[in-house]
């Protein structure tokens, strides 16, 4: 998908400093969408709402 500049893009709090190993995630129609933040250029993924819901519990739940 193309960059749209309609997105709130943000990063995890918890992401390293250098900006070296991090993603980038957006809320959008329907569910999330993530991105490598070295290069905006390449296409995003997207995840439903469930898959996003999913996967943030079960971050929680490791305690990451």
Known sequence: MPIRSEH????SSYSGGSGTE???AAFVQGGA???DSKDLS??????SGKAWA????????AGL
């Open 22 to 24: 991090c993603v980038e």
């Open 33 to 35: 969408a993530v991105r």
């Open 42 to 47: 390449l296409p995003w993924l997207t995840f």
């Open 54 to 61: 999913d996967f943030i519990a079960a971050i929680e739940r």
């Open 8 to 11: 709130h893009w943000f990063k």
